[in-house]
């Protein structure tokens, strides 16, 4: 029971050219040479391989995770040939310019082809996806010298990328960190420190590994201000740049999770024998810094990766409740009529179209999320420009915490589709679930996501990242013109005035004393504002399916269409009406949560 | 990072003798050997046995799950030193009789020492509780040769039961088995066919097994009224009742579980040699009327359990978010400054809070339902046990489908509050987890659980429940004298009009072709309905912790009565708004669900 069709055919070209309008971004000259062709064609090549290569061992490097024998770090075959074939296709690199050896393809391109990879196999995925986030700090922030050594070896995959960020005393709380990088005579850096969870952090898959690493130099300012960034490798390189001796770098010992189980996750330490060579990427004491520049991207990652893994689950379940068949449905349901498909059953019903709503939900709003970034990149007009910056800024950690807590509800309920079936390892839908629970928690709990949220993005330059979304909500709101979506629209509106009288709230109580009360209710005012962006985003989907199904003919085309409006209709009736909850808890400055003393439980 | 103590020491006293006042149990006749000092020394005993011999290999038991080398069942020798230790104890028996070598312990002491096992370890636990479930099937149904051949063997666990009505084909849908039960000349029975996920389906623990099979005797009634219920014993007995041979029951293989992975769960086949041996228990056709009958205390039993299991993710997340530091809080926030316990933290404080709602919300609940069984069971007056019999009726997928929906959720957050510790299998929140996600899918789905109360239990002797409910809940509420319970008391009475109006529409609904839509919005009335229920049960909490308190000088109980009132309150603010959604949803017959085409996904 194990559906071969990773993404709906429909799906991407929807997303991307009917949502979207990626193709408009070959107008710009950095994507002058690509066409809808030209990506649809980089999309299938990611299908097929993701399809032949990544699915088919995704269950058995569940089973098989890597081992360290003491020296060396293990795995199934099967991840290194998937591996190798990613690198060859150029995926790497593909967002990178062609003179780098890139593909020069837009973001939005290259988050429809990681979704391929995501929904076959996110473990053995998580190694070149972690390489490319490397390549991004590192191409952006390192000098020439340190870009050359390894920026080439990384875009082909011959050397791999880790983030060294965590440590076993300080887990989100990155001001306390103890790893130290202490500068040398020669101008090189020399590290100390215990890192965990480095995910991709030992295996043989590459020539060499090249760890990120927060560390701080002593003597520099404390707390997060503090606070460096080093790019520290397996291996040393020599003087021309090949692969030498082993730098200070010890595999302390593998972490064994509760999913993604082929990703190797380390706790590494790094000068043991006081002989770990780091090489300082920027300036020092903005390591930091340059993380949460870099932070964006990643967060759209993780949060795509989430609903891919909630899409791979609805579409397992899907297939299931269509075959599997079990009491009847009126007006067949005498006992002597046939057993009926599950899915005809209202109870299932709902729990499919839950897991529509919500990985495809969280689909779009990433690629819209991607698509930012390439509208960023390729504006000419200063203004726009910074309004689209702060714009993503706002939106960040609702492109992050939100899929990656509906991605997994979504597979909790595949979970329930199939029963005492879900229950057993013999079928998917419960690595699905396990896998995807990783995703609330890294790259910044969603606990630091709401945080993040009320405390500093609703508010950064004066709010200007609001007004931005309300216009570009309002734009699309008014160029509806068809009935279903019409109605939604309308539903939406008394709750965008509900989310602005909430942030005028927030604005004051942010001056009196009960502003203690925030950080316990800041996943109220998340749930609040992601709730009705991801409306947004449904809306825009349904305006665009309902326009294509006035003037499609395609019996298959127009079912598509429907389960389009479908799903954003049920997201405005069964999931915006939540959000009441947690306007009255802001507005009457719920303090229970504020109040609970630790000797009280 | 485990700690010993399963329940809080005031927690189960407080229950039993504040909330529910189990000691008048005792002014009945068949109570009257007890007091309160027996009911806590077999409390006692209970916890001293789950501390001692079924917590410590929980963890063990998970990680090396029963195996079946073809021939026989073995598994890690703790399971049957703990299940042996249990049925010397003499629990199996504790409900029955003294005469029956029982200890005559009302059901609310048997459900509060069921806590400590199902707390310690459930999967070792779900041996001895499925057969003290199948004694209760036989003591009330079979005839006396079949009660002396089982009984009294089961009682002291020299036997052991199974349920085994689930088929390959026939998940929930009981009407559709095909397990053949055809009378012989000597009035016995041969026993034909398949079933599957029978938890402690074989195993080396007992004698004997004693399995209770649902099948179909030829040329009875089609459907659910066609289906018998047959003891079928893995051995036969001899004339003289001892052990015989082997019977016709086959192991077809263990099923590997996504949890609860300490308990076998098997796929037997009956009569493969067409001589399997069963004993029809009461009369034929009458098998899943004496099954319905037995349910409500199985769904105590479920829901209980998955409470448990949430406490258990609670205490352990406690424990981790007073040792972990990490970040600093208000006014200390300094970097200089020492890291903060994560419990300072307000997201996480709520995250506790919201644990301990769900799961002593849970707990107090099915000790309520448990509670409601000694009451109809020592009721003299007729009308009052018949009034108190449609209350626990109506109750029932409640008590099953709210722990079982919400033990799951503290265990998700008991994860999230370790953070990346809670991401891997060195920790032990993960497991709860994973435990606790059959809960929602086993002794009927929370989707069924939901249909039983929108199509039956809601009008079932014409909503005479419903009247008892509303009776029990206002008197209640106007015992109330505390000021904090009175606020949530006023909080809670428009809601309590709401499900009123809102039961009417129902009915209203039901005589129109709108009634279509009420199978794909069950779940919304059950959540409406089940979460009125436990913002009682938790005023219920409230209005005697609050008393108490008044009362108390002790700081500790002091702390622990202030806890009490502080998740009343969280339920009250958090929980109870988030059914003004479903109430919608109702009212307007929304269609969403019912309306999907499966072309559409």
Redesign the interface.
Same mark, same amino acid.
């Given at each position: 029971m194990a559906t071969d069709t990773l993404i709906h055919d429909f799906e991407l070209p929807f997303q991307l050219y009917d949502v979207l309008n990626t193709e408009s971004l070959c107008e710009h000259t950095r994507f002058s040479e690509h066409s809808r062709e030209t990506f649809d064609a980089v999309i299938d090549t990611a299908n097929k391989m993701a399809t032949n290569l990544f699915l088919p061992h995704n269950h058995i490097a569940d089973k098989n995770e890597p081992k360290f024998d003491g020296k060396k770090v293990s795995m199934i075959d099967d991840v290194k040939i998937a591996f190798d074939a990613f690198r060859e296709s150029g995926f790497i690199a593909g967002r990178y310019s062609f003179e780098d050896g890139g593909m020069q393809l837009p973001e939005t391109v290259m988050t429809a082809v990681s979704g391929y990879f995501m929904a076959a196999n996110p473990s053995t995925t998580a190694y070149p996806f972690l390489t490319a986030a490397a390549i991004n700090v590192i191409s952006h922030f390192a000098n020439d010298s340190i870009k050359d050594a390894f920026m080439p070896r990384m875009l082909t995959g011959d050397f791999t990328g880790t983030m060294a960020l965590?440590e076993p *005393?300080? #887990?989100?709380?990155l001001?306390?960190i103890h790893t130290t990088a202490t500068l040398q005579r020669d101008g090189s850096y020399r590290v100390k420190g215990s890192k965990?969870?480095i995910s991709g952090g030992d295996h043989e898959l590459s020539d060499n590994i090249v760890h990120l690493v927060l560390a701080k130099i002593p003597g520099g300012p @404390?707390?997060v201000k503090g606070i460096s960034l080093l790019a520290v490798p397996k291996y040393r390189l020599n003087d021309d740049n090949s692969v030498g001796d082993r730098n200070d770098v010890q595999l302390a010992g593998l972490? *064994?999770?509760? =999913?993604y189980r082929g990703t190797s996750s380390a706790a590494l330490t790094f000068g043991e024998n006081n002989d770990c060579h780091g090489y300082l990427i920027g300036e020092p004491h903005f390591g930091l810094r340059y993380m949460f520049m870099m932070m964006n991207e990643a967060r759209i990652g993780v949060g795509f990766g989430a609903a891919m893994i909630g899409y791979r689950g609805f579409q397992y379940s899907?297939d299931f409740a269509?075959d599997r068949? &079990? =009491?009847r449905v009126?007006p067949n349901n005498k006992? %002597?009529d046939a057993?009926a498909?599950i899915?005809?059953?209202?109870?299932?019903?709902?729990?499919?179209?839950a897991q529509?709503a919500y990985s495809e939900g969280g689909m779009s709003l990433c690629l819209y999320g991607s698509n930012l970034i390439d509208r960023i990149n390729t504006c000419i007009d200063a203004t726009e420009k910074q309004d689209l910056t702060e714009l993503l800024d706002l939106l960040t950690p609702v492109l992050k915490a939100w899929p990656s807590e509906y991605g997994p509800k979504a597979n909790d309920l595949g979970? &329930?589709v199939l029963? =005492? /079936? #879900?229950? +057993?390892? %013999?079928y998917y839908s %419960?690595q699905f679930?396990?896998d995807n629970?990783?995703n609330?928690?890294?790259e910044g +709990?969603? @606990?630091i996501q709401?945080?993040d949220l009320i405390f500093r993005k609703l508010w950064q330059n004066k709010s200007h990242g609001l007004r931005v979304l309300k216009s570009e909500v309002e734009k699309d709101l008014h160029a509806i013109t068809t009935p279903e979506t019409a109605l939604m629209a309308k539903k939406l509106n008394p709750y965008l005035g509900q989310l602005h009288e909430t942030v005028v709230h927030l604005s004051e109580v942010m001056q009196t004393e009960k502003a203690? +009360?925030? /950080?316990?209710?800041? &996943?109220a005012m998340m749930n609040i504002f992601a709730t009705v962006v991801v409306s947004w985003i449904w809306i825009r989907q349904a305006s665009a399916a309902e326009k294509l199904l006035e003037q499609s003919s395609d019996t298959q085309k127009q079912?598509?269409y429907? =389960?389009k409006v479908?799903a954003a209709?049920?997201f405005i /009736?069964?999931e915006l009406? +939540?959000i009441?909850?947690d306007i &009255?808890?802001l507005k009457?400055n719920?303090d !229970?949560?504020?109040? !609970?003393?630790?000797?009280?439980?």
């Open positions: 965590t *005393h300080a #887990g989100s709380s001001a306390d965990i969870y @404390g707390g972490l *064994h999770k509760l =999913g899907l269509k068949t &079990q =009491g009126a006992p %002597e057993a498909p899915i005809l059953h209202g109870d299932v019903k709902r729990m499919l179209l529509k979970i &329930q029963g =005492g /079936s #879900g229950y +057993t390892r %013999e %419960e679930w396990r629970r990783l609330p928690i890294h +709990t969603n @606990g709401a945080l203690t +009360t925030l /950080s316990a209710n800041a &996943q079912d598509f429907k =389960g479908q209709k049920y /009736s069964w009406p +939540t009441l909850r &009255q808890l009457d719920d !229970v949560c504020t109040n !609970v003393q630790p000797s009280w439980f």
